[in-house]
């Protein structure tokens, strides 16, 4: 358990110094972060549909001699389970074009809705409630850098739409389409190949966006268009394998890779050397957590989607893999010590206790630290009050600040702790969220008790923790 010690004495060690500087992060103008990018699980029986592509939908410039190619974004999580995919034309998916659903959203059937009790009811219409109002809130691609507009698609995924040349469109697919964000754009080619930039109002971090793509479980064979050439996924994950660098920050990188890569994929990064996904988290386990951007939320949301990716494909937990998962586990223990008695958590991050009055702060440590648990947890853990009042406690400060203007990086993140609690307790699905939001569809609730999602809970009895 040396790792135990070391988390605990790291901890007592560092100052809250550290959660100022990583405050800092959050500006739009500043080293910034995603971590998360929603959908978790890939959506089931998802019907394809095909969008006509309007002229006035193609981003203007480099990008107007481009070919009407219709793309695919397609939900997978890179293990084969990539059958269920929505067809949309181009990048932009008008919002009036998705299909008209059946029964109101709120209607429940007798037998569905005795299965949930008051609190779990009220929970789930608040919280849509919530996300519902901030939905319909879109960017516009003219005001916003792109990494404005990646922190807008944060919670929402595949169902992000931004205004852009006064009309609504797929943000995913206007980023991937190097469309323009207040006169900025994300993507450069340099002799055939494709690269991503980094810096003010792009990327905040190498690999950001890839880490984004794949939360959102975007397919590998999704279209890319950059300076009149075409690319897809795969072209960006190569990109970000070239450039690994030992020393450097990986976490966004550990999430993209270690979706769309197998965990036993090796690569040379262009100075020749030798990389795998073991060495990242190798990489990652040797830097301090509390010293990282967000207050560490992000690093120790790397080394988990890392492992939820393990778990999911049934491979065998040892050397890194390992280390990861017992580090992930301490870190969870650690971090419900630090919550706060209105189920709130640390102002201070992970540096110690803390709850500052200031709205600002309370919803960025809350939103990124939850929106990490709720990811990690095991499924049963989601029902039990530490995590029911947090999630009780960030929707109702969203839901009685909507007319706060909130910075939109930790709003991003803030709305993803909420989107992936409906989504793995109320059964919301990527794809579907804009419908089930607006009360066109009727989300199946998950069977939580019943351990539906057993791959989060290998190798770990649940507890009562």
Known sequence: MHRTAFLSIGLMLVSVVAAGSAVAQEGESKSVVNEGGPQLVAPENLQLREVPLRDAELPTGEDDSLGRVQTVVRFTDSDGDDDDEIRVAGEPVPEKKRPVAVSPVNKQSPTRLTALDAARVRRRDRLRQCLSIYFQRREMAAE?????????????GVDTEIVAQGRSVNAIGWLCWNGACNGQRLFTRKRGRLGANVGPGFQGHDGQFLSMLAQSKVGRNYGLKVNGANFDVMDLVEYEQRTCRSGAELTFKLIGLSHYLP????????????WDIPRLIEEELAQSVVDAACGGTHRIMGLSYAIYKRARRKEPFVGAWSRAKEYIEEF???TFTLQNRDASFSTNWFTGRGRDRDINRRMET???????????LPQQDLLQPRVTRAVDYLTELMLQNR???WEIGPRGHALHALALYDERVFGSKPGDRAAVLEGRVVAAEEAV???D???RNAGRSVTNR
Not at 146 to 154: N, Q
Not at 263 to 274: A, C, P
Not at 366 to 376: D, K, M, N, Q, R
């Open 144 to 156: 916003r850098s792109p990494w404005g507009v990646m922190h807008s698609l944060i919670a929402y």
């Open 263 to 274: 965990s036993d994929e090796e690569w040379e990064n262009d100075r020749g050397e030798v």
């Open 332 to 334: 969870q223990d650690y």
């Open 366 to 376: 809350t939103g990124h630290i939850l929106e990490w648990l709720i990811f990690s």
């Open 403 to 405: 007319d706060h203007d």
């Open 449 to 451: 008790l019943e351990g």
């Open 453 to 455: 999602t057993p791959l």
